[in-house]
Structures are given as C-alpha cells and as structure tokens.
Nanobody, 123 residues
Framework: QVQLVESGGGLVQAGGSLRLSCAASGRTLSSVHMGWFRQPPGKEREFVAAITWTGGRTYYAESVKGRFTISRDNAKNTAYLQMNSLKPEDTAVYYC????????????????WGQGTQVTVSS
C-alpha cells in the first residue's frame, strides 16, 4: 500500500496555471505507476493523466492534452500535475492515484487514492 497526499489546489482565473503535487509514503514511489483523476461538481470521476514508474511514458485525456503535464520525481517520492491555460470546466476535485499496473490506472480503477484537492477556475 502507498499513502498519497495531494496539495496545490486553489482558486485561479481562467487562463491561469496551477501545479498540483502528490506526496507518497509507505512504499517507494518508483515502484508504482501514477495517475491523476478529477471529479467535477455533480459528475462522475474521470481520468486526467497517467505516467509510468520510470516517467518514460505518459497518457492524457483529450480534454487536457496540450495544457496539462504529468511528471514525477522518484527521489522526492512526489508526482506533479502542471495545469496551464485553465478553463472553468477544469473545476473539480483532483485526485492522485497509484498502482503497480499502468493499465489499471488508465482504466480508472487504481488501488491507491489520495484524499483530493479542490481546483476552482473562475471565468
């Protein structure tokens, strides 16, 4: 098991940027693949981005491609989500997730979840 704690959420104007962080403990981050998900108000949770344990491969939802960047620093046991050109429709609770299976993360059913951090984009 790995424990995940997100930070970096907040209120930002449309067009602005935020960087979310996901600090891991309980298991070396380099042994798991990572992902970010979000749940907009009144909607189901959706996949945002995923990254392999080496950081060599990434995958993004079409809605964020070209605006968001997922990365990781295994030495710091931390993963990141850089969000640029934010839109009001990006407003959601953002969750960090981890799993030993990359396919499981991309399928939306990872084993380990953080508690979430709120991102609000005003128009």
């Amino acid at each position: 098991q790995v424990q995940l704690v997100e930070s970096g959420g907040g209120l930002v104007q449309a067009g602005g940027s935020l960087r979310l962080s996901c600090a891991a403990s309980g298991r070396t981050l380099s042994s798991v693949h990572m992902g970010w998900f979000r749940q907009p108000p009144g909607k189901e949770r959706e996949f945002v981005a995923a990254i392999t344990w080496t950081g060599g491969r990434t995958y993004y939802a079409e809605s964020v491609k070209g605006r968001f960047t997922i990365s990781r620093d295994n030495a710091k046991n931390t993963a990141y989500l850089q969000m640029n050109s934010l839109k009001p429709e990006d407003t959601a609770v953002y969750y960090c997730a981890a799993d030993v299976s990359y396919a499981t993360i991309r399928s939306g059913i990872p084993t380990n979840w953080g508690q979430g951090t709120q991102v609000t984009v005003s128009s």
